[in-house]
């Protein structure tokens, strides 16, 4: 077994759901675009925020993770929109990939969002 333990991956948004993120997490995850939108969940990841500082942990030892669902049609949109949730706060962005995936997608992916969004950190 790794000591001191794998970590810790809490999914949900919900204010029950917060306050065991605050109390164990080491990484709290919500879906994002399409189905929440950034604003959404910048809003909802000040919740466990305030749950951390009533127990005293500090927030920023969660790692913060969302899923971007990639559009093939719109490139410039998912960079916009990764660029969106690493300046709310994801440390930590999944990006899909709908099936079937075409063919020159994963070098898109890497040249047109990735790469992109690397170079403005």
Known sequence: MQRPGPPILIGGWGDRMHRLVAEQADIWYVPGPPHNLVAWIAER?????DHCAAIGRDPREIVRSVQTIVSYDDAARCRKTVWESVEAGMGHIVLSLPTPHPE???????DEIIAPVRAEL
């Open 45 to 49: 990841g000040r919740v466990p925020d």
């Open 104 to 110: 020159a997608w994963p070098r898109r992916l890497t």
